[in-house]
């Protein structure tokens, strides 16, 4: 049995000295420790990382990780809902997003045409600038060809953007294909709508990335995934890997708890009876939020692998 | 200033008398105590209402109640995820799910072919017999057309099933559409996805669907929202009556928090930043599992309006 | 197996109709079914049974009910924290509480001598008649005697105090011991403090009352706990059982979870490795807030038992 | 307004450096930056800081690092539960406690003499090796005096330990008092009882370290909070702040919500309205597990200080 030790602080202590302390400490620390070692194994193994997160992550600074993390090829696949498309570009078209806090005066921000998602901040003028861009690529995609499925769609669109922090951009660029299961859940739901009005023609085929989800790994190939909180998102690529024999790999960050039975708090254990995830899988669930959780983790990882020569810093 | 009131048991209560009780009581139990006050509103004051749920609602006992909120005219716009169509199907078909327990022995789940939902479970035969169903039931909506929104789709099914406890049954007869934005998020993707391999030309316009979405109430409309849970369902509801000036009502219930900026924690304080509520809105946000309190207060709704002759005891 | 079974309304539910139905609805309807099966038992078998609550709910309209239970001696022991017995007392001697909201401006409210708990209310007032009134009963208690142990000066406080409704004063005359383990944790603490200034042979002898505890059931006895949130409460209960061989039935009813790996989310699962609860015991956890959980499986329990001829209507 | 920035990953980060990124990035992330912000400003404006924790924190590797605090002066009194005495008293006479896993085999663990905390495991051995320790330490105690308040009492036991990493014995050489109001909740109150038995003049006074709390600070000193979850401790602390004019700053890390209720989750904006934080006080509350959030805040602390020169690095 492993001994729960002591920890200690040194001044200047490196995020993987201390990650690799908190794993003989206790209760998730000991679970985010499983999650570094879990993730970096995926890697070693030359697994199909499926990667999901929420779009409320984008609206986070985590954003410009993620995309670094697509350019790193850390992920294979990349998964998230609408908020997480429309966000990313309000970003790269140079709208910020502010600090706030939770309990600011809502009907307040309202008057003052700003929308608030916890402690953060977006105003209604990203909105606007959004819309006004958005009008500009639907044309140039009809120009091109008037069926697409969304990875497809999100593929043409991140090759329009220059900015090295998109997760679009990078994902276009890096052939990591982003998978985006209830497209229409949005602004962006709207403007497709809206464009539509004009050109009948125009056809989103969700049913043609079902294809492009069964051939994005093989029943050969070993599959992992990586989970940031819950929803269709984590539901997608459970599915994903489920189609090619189940993942062999999963880590699963969220603060959702599996008492109300929901998908989004389901444990890697609970997949375990469905073959989402293999009997034999390496398989952690780390309660928390990610905001904290997932760069302590994954930076942590980031300099293993760093130091065992299989991704290269930047 | 209202004050708190001891509670005593007395024989036989009912739990609508109980409900009223718990309203003086303190905590959850009177935010459950507003949030019967604010659906009751909804329904006296003619409110659209848009009611979502997720999935595993549908795996529990709560199928035949919401099947028969629909049939009692409660609800006017219902929206879900994919795991519910397939569920309620299942049911419909004469499939039964079976009480197990959160901490059962998953790996010996997964060998005996039984998938856990938390403390539910569903055998596989379930899910081989939907697939058949399926098959014909593709068969019979292409031969009628070639392109579906998904509400249409959804209404089809539901025409050709008998079961007076099916949500899709009694959603069909009651001309209540059903939206569900991630359609292709599950087994029912799968055979849609096959089935279009040899029937090129069948389409599932999810774009199209936004119009059902922007029609399902206007400006003048007054709008309430009933959300159980959270993810695409809830933000789908939002999202549509945002499209029409905001809810004037909305009870949220939900066992998720609004630390982590999720969308399924969000609270409808949040909401009313975006006018995604109504500054003036009424709106009460319940914290706990919608298969105990869910029951509790929409049960002593009904008994209300039926006091007051506005919804019809069966 | 058993199957989960679709609810309906029907006009005018009991509320032990109603969890009878829930207990094959799913998740943790299911688990409240349980617990009313449990704690039904416990009483059916004779068990001692030993009931925890913390202050906060004291501050609800629980207060009456859990008085109540006491009279109905559905309980043997009660434990709790020092506020309990604050507020027990200031309810007795005519205090009011009142209902406000989670998102109240505090500072506001501090400023007008009122404090919140959630979303409850108590004045400044409160308080002070409360310090006169526990200035009487220590001079009362002293002239007595001088050295008492916890329980002691709570049952002669209760003997004090004329209120149906107040969980002291049903304690006293039904001869059920109160504990409290950090009696000193409170305003109660500081009248202590000044009362022994002027009377320094004053003494409350903790360690006396573990005497009380151990002998409040005995190896032979069935035992089963109740526990409703956590904390110290929660774990002298199980001190309590423990010393005398494990509880035979556990029931916890809390919104905390076991990832923190803390007492007031440890499950009656891992009680079990300590002996805590037997290896064979019933026991039951059920997560939700018990301002709602709590009164709906309890008077589902006394339905049940008054119908046996087990307990008495008032 | 503060922007939000996105966060990139660079080899070999510090957790100071990392922590600074994460005051930018969003929620839970936002807040932990802010208690750094608090905790180093405590300590800058010479502060008083009631530090409270709860016993699991105790059994995990946080323990070395609570002493490591008391050593470096970081915290003037300490506010907990009696199992973190024990278990503290335990590792420093050379016991060692096991990572294991949540969903472990309670019943098989039972028969072992293994004791399950989350996923933390401790023998019983360990409590045998406590006892007979015990045994002599209370007669030790008692040959000096008879009668004890629990902070004198812990002061006496801290100076017969020899173990750097033991916050007993930090506590005692620093002259950092340690409550515990719940002294006898626990093995711990077992061993007290068995000795007053054969020496019933043995006493141990609660009321009198209630003086000791209130002179544990003054009115015009600056006072801070930072309580690891909830529990009598973190009460304690706040009462002890609350005597002396509430505290100027104060930080919540806690896995508890507010919703219920509870103490435990009780926020820092809730405790304003009590005065128990002053209304211009600094106070945050940070949501998630303390065995992560807390050293990545803490040891970023030390590293600011550090710099600063206000604390000397072993």
Redesign the interface.
């Known amino acids: 049995?492993?001994?729960?030790?002591?920890?200690?602080?040194?001044?200047?202590?490196?995020?993987?000295e201390?990650v690799k302390?908190?794993s003989?400490?206790?209760?998730?620390?000991?679970?985010?420790g499983k999650a570094v070692e879990c993730i970096a194994k995926m890697k070693r193994e030359n697994a199909k990382i499926y990667f999901t997160f929420?779009?409320?992550m984008v609206?986070?600074?985590?954003?410009?990780?993620f995309?670094?993390l697509i350019k790193l090829r850390m992920v294979d696949v990349a998964i998230t809902?609408v908020?997480s498309i429309e966000e990313d570009i309000m970003?790269a078209i140079g709208e910020?997003?502010?600090?706030?806090n939770?309990?600011?005066d809502?009907?307040g921000?309202?008057e003052k045409g700003?929308?608030?998602?916890?402690?953060?901040?977006i105003r209604n003028e990203s909105y606007e600038k959004f819309e006004s861009y958005m009008l500009d690529v639907l044309r140039k995609l009809y120009e091109k060809q008037n069926r697409y499925s969304v990875t497809e769609m999100l593929k043409e669109i991140g090759l329009m953007i220059k900015d090295e922090?998109s997760i679009l951009y990078q994902a276009a660029k890096n052939n990591v294909p982003i998978f985006c299961?209830?497209?229409?859940?949005?602004a962006f739901?709207?403007h497709?709508?809206m464009f539509?009005q004009d050109h009948k023609d125009?056809?989103?085929?969700?049913?043609?990335?079902?294809?492009d989800l069964?051939f994005s790994s093989t029943h050969d190939d070993k599959k992992g995934i990586i989970a940031l909180?819950?929803?269709?998102s984590k539901?997608?690529a459970i599915?994903g890997t489920l189609?090619n024999g189940g993942a062999d790999y999963a880590v699963y960050m969220t603060?959702?708890?599996?008492?109300?039975?929901?998908?989004?708090?389901?444990t890697t254990?609970?997949?375990?009876?469905?073959?989402k995830i293999k009997?034999a899988a390496d398989a952690v669930t780390v309660?928390?939020?990610?905001?904290?959780?997932f760069?302590?983790a994954?930076?942590s990882v980031?300099?293993i692998l760093?130091d065992e020569g299989i991704i290269n810093?930047e």
Chains 1, 2, 3, 4 share one sequence.
């Open positions: 049995m492993v001994k729960v030790k002591d920890i200690k602080w040194k001044k200047g202590v490196r995020v993987s201390l302390h908190l003989t400490t206790g209760f998730q620390a000991v679970e985010l929420t779009s409320n609206t986070t600074g985590l954003r410009g990780f995309a670094q809902t908020g970003k910020d997003f502010y600090i706030g939770y309990s600011a809502d009907v921000l309202h700003i929308n608030r998602v916890g402690n953060l901040l922090n299961p209830a497209i229409t859940d949005g739901g709207f497709l709508f539509q125009f056809i989103i085929d969700v049913v043609k990335d079902f294809a069964i909180g819950g929803g269709v539901h997608h599915l189609l603060t959702a708890h599996e008492y109300s039975g929901s998908l989004s708090g389901a254990r609970e997949a375990k009876s469905w073959g009997d309660i928390g939020d990610v905001s904290i959780t760069p302590l994954m930076m980031l300099d760093s810093e």
